[in-house]
């Protein structure tokens, strides 16, 4: 049974930092590219920044400079830094892991930004 289990959201100030988890089991990790996807309330659900099997990485433009995305193929988890947040990072950010077709979503975590 594949699992993806999301957990470090919260409510946070503007410019403060989160660190989202994304520990995954039941897939070979190591081969799988992994995705945090974001949706904000009333909006369409945006990639927020992807990461490889080969470790190649992409970030939306708007989380440019400010997120970093890395795995761990050991821990089998995909962890998603973000920093300098903005009222309009807040957003349901789900985990996503997907390899030739084969495309896996955990149930999201919950992120703030608010004064």
């Known amino acids: 049974q594949v699992q993806l289990v999301e957990s470090g959201g919260g409510l946070v100030q503007p410019g403060g930092s989160l660190r989202l988890s994304c520990a995954a089991s039941g897939i070979i990790f190591s081969i799988y590219d992994m995705n945090w996807y974001r949706q904000a309330p009333g909006k369409q659900r945006e990639l927020a920044a992807g990461?490889?099997?080969?470790?190649?990485?992409v970030y939306a433009d708007s989380v440019k400079g400010r997120f970093t995305i890395s795995r761990d193929n050991a821990k089998t988890t995909v962890y998603l830094q973000m920093n300098s947040l903005e009222p309009e990072d807040t957003a349901v950010y789900s985990c996503?892991?997907?390899?030739?077709?084969?495309?896996?979503w955990g149930k999201g975590t919950l992120v703030t930004v608010s004064s």
């Open positions: 990461i490889t099997s080969g470790g190649k990485i």
């Open positions: 996503n892991a997907n390899w030739i077709g084969l495309d896996y």
